[in-house]
């Protein structure tokens, strides 16, 4: 059976159902007789917190998906995750605190760039077997990168080429 409630947080009015509510620890003590917490004459319960963060918390409570502040043009927004964490730790809600202050959103987003180098000259390169038999060869580099010029050291395997240090040159 569900048992609709309506919140007012900050200036944002949020429905949602009394169970999902339930899902963040501060709303089992918030909605208890001992706590004794009543709707206003609007019908709305009142909760003093940011409603542009909490809306975050609630999609958590109804998902269990961590939000994901990211962008390719700007990177991740670190001031938004530490709004969120301070009203996650506020909440009660432990998994979600403990995730950002993990940053266990860096692992949610993989990206690559592509470089333009042309290569003026190897300087050396060695072979070495790593662990699990895989052949590696390192190449020091020297080329141009745009109109600059610059030193690599790039590992190359079977599978994947991987520039390890770019210096100027």
């Not at 409630?5 to 909605?31: A, C, M, N």
């Not at 917190?49 to 809306?55: A, H, K, Q, R």
Request: with cysteine.
């Amino acid at each position: 059976m569900t048992e609709p409630i309506v919140l007012q947080v900050g200036d944002r009015t949020f429905r949602t159902d009394k169970s999902t509510l339930l899902e963040i620890p501060y709303f089992k003590g918030f909605f208890s007789e001992a706590m004794g917490s009543k709707p206003g004459p609007d019908g709305a319960y009142f909760v003093d917190l940011d409603g542009n963060v909490f809306e975050h918390v609630l999609n958590y409570a109804r998902h269990r998906t961590f939000p994901l502040f990211w962008t390719q043009a700007d990177g991740f927004d670190y001031a938004k995750y530490s709004l969120l964490a301070r009203q996650a730790d506020f909440l009660n809600l432990e998994c979600m605190a403990t995730w950002i202050k993990n940053r266990g959103f860096t692992k949610a987003v993989e990206y690559q760039t592509t470089i333009q180098l042309s290569v003026v000259e190897v300087h050396g390169s060695y072979t070495t077997t790593a662990p699990h038999h895989r052949v590696i060869e390192y190449r020091w580099v020297k080329g141009r990168l745009g109109g600059d010029a610059v030193a690599i050291l790039i590992e190359t395997t079977r599978a994947e080429v991987r520039v390890e240090r770019l210096v100027d040159a």
